[in-house]
C-alpha cells in the first residue's frame, strides 16, 4: 500500500504509531517507503527523532524538508529548535531562527519559549534574556521556560527580580513555576527562600505539591548540607517519593561522608542503577571503608547492573559531533586528546590576565536607573556583606578558604531598601554564596583560584561608576587584611573603587536600657540583643554573613544610618597596613 497509494495519510499513521512505540529505526524504513511526503510526514519524523535523542537526526531531517520544497510551519520549527536545545547546536540554531524570521512564521509562545530554551541551553542566555525582554503579552510557559534556563545557569538572583516581576504583571504561576523557582535556589544555595517558595505555593496560590517539588526541596536541603531536614521531609512528603529524590539525598550523603543515611537510602530505592551504585560505593571510599566499597561493586556484577556511558555533543564549523565518555572511535581522537592536554596543562600554569579580568568586567552591570521596589533609586554603593573563614593550608601553601557574599543590590526584601529608608524595618531576603561549590561542599577552592571568580561575580553586580563597599564586622583586623595580602601574593592588584565598613565600630554607639554604652560589640552580644533567627547546619562564613545581614539592618534601623553616612564611615586599602593575617 505504502508503494502505490499517493496519499501519505496511512502512512502518517504508522509513523505515528511507531513513533509513539519509541521504534524510530521501523518509523523511518516507512518514511523511506512513502512515494509522498507531506508536512505532517516530515514533522513526525524529526519530532520522534529528537524525543528519542537523535539529535543529529533531527536536524538532518529538518535540512531536508527545507530542500524538499515544502515550507516548515511552526511545529517544525519548535521541533528542530528542541534538538538543537539538547545537542548545544547554536550555530544550527540560529540557522534555524534566521529562517524563521525570512520565510515570516508567526512567532506565538511555543516557538517563543523553544527559541528561549535553545540560546540559553547553548550558552547565550544574554540572547534569551533580550528575545524575552522584546516579546510582550507573554504567555505563563515563556516565564517558565525563562524562569528554568537562568536557574539552570545559576543566577538565583535573576529568578527572583524575574518572578516579581511576573507577579506585577498579573501572571499568575503554576507548578512547574515552583518547580524553577525551588530548582534555582537549589542551586544557588539559597535555603531561606526556598522554604518561602514551597510554603507561598500553597498559602498563596493553592497549589498542592508534587512530588517534582519536593525533590527540588530536598536537593536544595541536601545541597547546604541540611541531611537530617532533607530526610524528615522525604518521610512527611504528602506523596510517595520517586527515585530522583532518594538520589539526591544519597548524592549529599556522599559529599558529606554520610554512610548510616546513604545506606537507609539506597535501601529506599526499589530500581537501583548503576549511578546509585556507584554513589555508596564512593561513599564507602572516602571513609576508607574499602571492603564495603569492594562488596557493592560485586553486587553490581551479580545483578548484572552495568555503569552507563554518558554522551555528550560538540558543535563546531556547522557540524555536530558525538562524544561519549573515554571514547576514541572519532578520526581525530589522537589530535583532539594532545590538544586537550595543552589546554589543561596552560589553564593550570598561565595567571588570569588583566584583560581578561577587564573583559569579564565589561560583561554586565546593573543600570543605576533600574526600578528598586517601584522607584527610581540613584544607588550611592554596590553594597557586599561579606565573611571569610580559612580552613587550612595545602602542601603548597596555598590557602584553602570558604567566602561567603550576601548581595544587598535590589529588591523589595532587600536591606538595601532599609538602609535607604531607615524608618521602615524589612525582612533580609537569603544568603547568596559565590557559587554551590565554593560553600556548600568540601572540595573549596585555594584562594588564587578564587580571585578571577571573586572579581567577576562583584563586577557582575556593581552599578557602572559607582564603588563597592564591603561589609564586615571586624575586618579591619583580619578580613581586609586576609585579601590585601592574598591578592598580592597572588600578584593580582585589588580593584581602586573597594570600600570598606566595619559594623563593630558602629555597634559600640549603641547603648543598653540604662543608657550606658554596651560592654562589648561583638557578633555573638549583637546577634543575642536582637534575638536574630540565625540557625542552620551551614559552615561558619556563611552562617556569619547570614547573622552579619540581620545585624547591619537592626544597627542601621536603630541609629538612622544610610548608605552616604555608612560610605563616610569606610576605609580604603591603602589605609591599612599589609602584613600577613595572623594564625
Known amino acids: 500500500m505504502l508503494e502505490w497509494s499517493t496519499d501519505p495519510f496511512h502512512g502518517n499513521l504508522m509513523l505515528m504509531g511507531f513513533l509513539k512505540g519509541g521504534q524510530l529505526d521501523k518509523a523511518y524504513q516507512i518514511f523511506k517507503r512513502m512515494p509522498v ?216 550523603c556522599r559529599r558529606y561522608h554520610q554512610t548510616k543515611l546513604g545506606d537507609v537510602t539506597i535501601e529506599q530505592i526499589a530500581c537501583q542503577g548503576s549511578g546509585d551504585y556507584t554513589l555508596l560505593s564512593n561513599i564507602y571510599s572516602s571513609i576508607n571503608r574499602w571492603d564495603d566499597s569492594e562488596e557493592v561493586w560485586k553486587e553490581m556484577k551479580k545483578k548484572k547492573v552495568r555503569k552507563i556511558k554518558g554522551l555528550s555533543w560538540v558543535e563546531l564549523g556547522g557540524s555536530t559531533h558525538e562524544f561519549k565518555a573515554g571514547d576514541r572511535s572519532h578520526p581525530d581522537s589522537d589530535d583532539i586528546y594532545r590538544v586537550l592536554h595543552g589546554l589543561l596543562k596552560k589553564a593550570k600554569a598561565e595567571v588570569f590576565k588583566q584583560s581578561d579580568l577587564q573583559h569579564l568586567k565589561s560583561l554586565q552591570c546593573y543600570d543605576i536607573q533600574e526600578k528598586v521596589s517601584g522607584g527610581k533609586t540613584d544607588c550611592p554603593a554596590t553594597i557586599l556583606v561579606f565573611d571569610i573563614e580559612t580552613t587550612g593550608f595545602s602542601r603548597r601553601g596555598d590557602r584553602i578558604i570558604e567566602f561567603a557574599v550576601r548581595d544587598l543590590m535590589g529588591g523589595k526584601n532587600s536591606t538595601f531598601q532599609t538602609l535607604i529608608n531607615p524608618e521602615r524595618e524589612v525582612k533580609n531576603a537569603a544568603v547568596h554564596g559565590i557559587s554551590t561549590k565554593m560553600v556548600c561542599s568540601s572540595d573549596i577552592p585555594r584562594f588564587g583560584e578564587f580571585i578571577p571568580i571573586l572579581l567577576q561575580y562583584v563586577w557582575s553586580r556593581q552599578v557602572a561608576g559607582k564603588p563597592v563597599m564591603w561589609v564586615a564586622h571586624n575586618g579591619k583586623t583580619f578580613d581586609v587584611p586576609f585579601l590585601i595580602f592574598e591578592f598580592q601574593r597572588c600578584k593580582q592588584e585589588m580593584p581602586a573603587d573597594w570600600l570598606f565598613v566595619d559594623t563593630l565600630p558602629i555597634a559600640r554607639q549603641l547603648v543598653d536600657s540604662d543608657g550606658e554604652k554596651i560592654s562589648s560589640a561583638s557578633m555573638k552580644t549583637l546577634v543575642e540583643r536582637y534575638k536574630i533567627p540565625v540557625d542552620g547546619k551551614a559552615h561558619r562564613a556563611m552562617h556569619d554573613v547570614t547573622a552579619l545581614c540581620y545585624v547591619l539592618q537592626k544597627l542601621t534601623f536603630e541609629l538612622k544610618l544610610t548608605v552616604p553616612q555608612l560610605l563616610e564611615k569606610s576605609f580604603r586599602v591603602s589605609d591599612i597596613t599589609t602584613t600577613p593575617p595572623k594564625k
Open 37 to 252: 511526503k507531506d508536512l505532517v510526514s516530515w514533522n513526525s519524523m524529526i519530532a520522534g527523532a529528537a524525543r528519542s535523542s537523535h539529535l543529529k537526526d533531527a536536524m538532518n531531517l529538518f535540512s531536508r524538508l527545507v530542500n524538499s520544497g515544502l515550507v516548515p510551519d511552526g511545529f517544525s520549527f519548535s521541533s528542530v529548535l528542541s534538538a538543537c536545545a539538547r545537542a548545544g547546536a547554536r550555530c544550527y540554531g540560529m540557522w534555524v531562527h534566521q529562517l524563521m524570521d525570512e520565510l515570516g512564521v508567526e512567532k506565538n509562545h511555543l516557538l517563543i519559549s523553544a527559541l528561549v530554551d535553545m540560546y540559553a541551553k547553548c550558552g547565550r542566555i544574554d540572547v534569551s534574556v533580550e528575545i524575552f525582554n522584546n516579546i510582550k503579552r507573554l504567555h505563563l510557559s515563556t516565564w517558565n521556560t525563562m524562569i528554568s534556563n537562568l536557574a539552570g545557569h545559576g543566577l538565583g538572583s535573576d529568578v527572583v527580580m524575574l518572578f516579581h516581576r511576573m507577579e506585577l504583571s498579573g501572571v499568575v504561576p503554576d507548578g512547574v513555576t515552583f518547580v524553577a523557582l525551588l530548582t534555582a535556589c537549589s542551586h544557588c544555595g539559597m535555603v531561606e527562600e526556598a522554604r518561602q517558595y514551597f510554603e507561598t505555593m500553597s498559602t498563596k496560590y493553592s497549589i498542592t505539591p508534587k512530588v517534582e517539588h519536593y525533590g527540588a526541596m530536598v536537593d536544595t536541603l541536601s545541597r547546604a548540607g541540611l541531611l537530617d531536614e532533607a530526610y524528615n521531609l522525604v518521610r512527611s512528603m504528602a506523596v510517595k517519593p520517586d527515585a530522583v529524590i532518594w538520589r539526591a539525598l544519597l548524592s549529599a
